[in-house]
């Protein structure tokens, strides 16, 4: 990917630069391209420069007072030149009353003091990298819970408790040796509960059962598009175990996301396409 | 006899001296167990080195300060920066100010005004009334000192480029008031050189604003010898990242390149080195600030003494105004910035600052709502009132730590006037670009040890509370800039328009002929002329600064 390119600019007469400076530091350390206006620059000028310098960002700063009125006139004038694909954040002292007026006028984002400046380097990231991803996708909602995993040392005395409590019955039991598994499939209404019994010491779900016990493992998700979904969640820092969809237990592509970024829960996506989710192949 | 003896008996004799114009505020002064304090205390033993590094209150180096009775005779005053919106409604906020027990004013200027735009004007687009009091002309200048007599107040006005400009038109209404003008008392800001450095209000090149400082210099030691002629300010470079070593060598780098200015000038250093004001930064390192005030003053008085050969005391003596820090303020938990703001105008006193700004909590939010500001101001007065560090001179010289900070600092300061020096002095390093980066450095190096933790802000990188409550802020009302801009209008016709062309055009022939140009801008204001229209017209003479 292209370096971000970032204008930092000073609209309006505030002579307060200490924070477009320290903040244009801070992103050239993290390897954006910086172009600072320097003090006293009208609307007009801004957007030529950004205009000028095929920025990806403007951040404009003021301690005034006159960002109601200089930070939407630098958005209008974006707009008129055609530019409205250029982000556009401010920073400053700004009331927070103001801070919402301002989001309405088309201003991406305020950042008020005492922001980390490594926050709003990661916030342009994420930004720009979204929108020129062929703008961010908007996905449908997932299916539905495709099947529930749960680690078990013994998928026969596992089951015999469903059978005999639950009266579900195993419809089909896979070895899956390139993952150190065994699994059992029993449907439970649109849901499937997956058994899974590790196949050797160096199983990743004998590891699981070392650490944790037996008990609840992931929760598989059916979506479609996962090749995409993939792509952008990697984009947006989504940490993945499978970059890429590999084969599941039954046949379709799937892929685990890391329970770092998920918030601790092993999340796994099967793709399931023109085809219902609780029905199997 | 011995130097300290004759050092010791001269002041006796100056407090004697001062006890008969102005008596202490107390006969006595007692603890809170009602023992004694005394005036002031000493080593020990007293000999030579004690007195060429310290010497008594009010003598020379004046590290211990520079009155010979300090506090105990008079305390600081508390100014309170304050201006918004129009004239009238700052006119009401400074009688509020004054009832309350504030004992000066302080204006503040939008910015239009202190970069010499008229409120009409393009440039001034969201700006007007902003930061400050808009003034177009001497119009506003009238409402905004209605019923505040200047013959009584001292007034500081926190105006630079346009110095002459607004000290002119304060001038017209002291004589409306029929206050003559040797009889004002006050400050303008008129620090151009820290403009280009830190703060943003410049106009013209370094040049000819030094040139029309030194008009100010010549001008007022002629007619109003009372008025502080500039405030050589560290505050804003400060505020803009420095250490304290910077702000001390570059604030009196820059008084040097103005002393300079003014005897190429002409001007007998002993004329107008007793107007020259300073202004620094009450920052939160507590020790290091208090040592920083002491250190100044020491600094300042060799270098008039032995740089300059200034032979009175007064142009020795480093008199200086303390803003407390707005940068250390924090728009979280907001009530916290009461107890920085105390803490920091606390090392000012102990420092011996000669007049005291405290900021409101609010301010890293907005301007002051009249809450917040009677906090502040009841801040200082607690100080003031209820600590009881006023009742001795200089507290804490002596203590050891105090003593090495000072001289550390002296130290490091002078270092870096060597090298300022060297690069031909603060208007070359200015125009090069010097003192500005290694400023960014030591703001960018004090932005990341935050962000690594390793320096602490209390509700900004530890000790985050969890919701916020939303303050009650202070919001200037937008409908006075119609207004303003429709007297301006009415004035721009009521006038009489050809008596102001006829004295721009004396002063365009003044600024192109090299003249003092302070005696036509007065003239100027007098016929109604705008603070615009004055500032186009050096404008086009001068050329203007980009950085």
Redesign the interface.
Known sequence: MDRIRVLIAKP???????GA??IS??LRDAGMEVIYT???Q?PEQIVRAAVQEDVDVIGLSSL???????FP?VVKQLKEEEAEDILVIGGG?I???DIARLEEAGVEKIF???T???LIASYIEESVKARRGEETRLFQKPRGVDHIGIAVTSIDEAASFYRSHFQLDIQDVVEVPEQGVRVAFLPLGSVTLELLEPLGKDSPVQKFIDKKGPGLHHLAIAVEDLQDRLTQMKRSGVQLIDEEPKTGAQGHPIAFLHPKSTHGSLLELVERKDESADGHV | MEDYKEAYAAWQQEVKDQLKKRPERKDTFRTGSRLDVERAYFPGKIDNAYIEKLGFPGQYPYTRGIRSTMYRGQLWTMRQYAGFGSAKETNERFRYLLDQGQTGLSVAFDLPTQIGYDSDDAMSMGEVGKVGVAIDSLEDMELLFDQISLGDVSTSMTINAPAAVLLAMYIAVAEKQGVEPEKIRGTIQNDILKEYIARGTYIYPPKPSMKLITDIFEFCSREAPAFNTISISGYHIREAGSTAVQELAFTLANAAAYVEAAMEAGLDVDEFAPRLAFFFNGHNDFFEETAKFRAARRMWAKMMRERFGAKKEKSEQLRFHTQVAGSTLTAQQPENNVVRVALQAMAAVLGGTQSLHTNAKDEALSLPTEDSARIALRTQQIIAHETGVTNTIDPLGGSYFIEELTDRLEEEAFRYIERIDDLGGAVQAVESQYMQREIHRAAYDAQKRLEKEEDIVVGVNKFQAGEEQAPDLMAVDDAFVKEQLHRLKTLRERRDNEKVEAVLEELKAAAENGENMMDVIVKAVKVYATVGEICHTLRNVFGEYTS
């Open positions: 309006g007469l505030d002579g307060h630069d200490r400076l320290v530091q801070a320097g003090l006293r009208s005034s007072g006159a960002h109601n009125v200089l006139a002292v009331p927070v009353y008020t003091p005492g980390p400046t490594g």
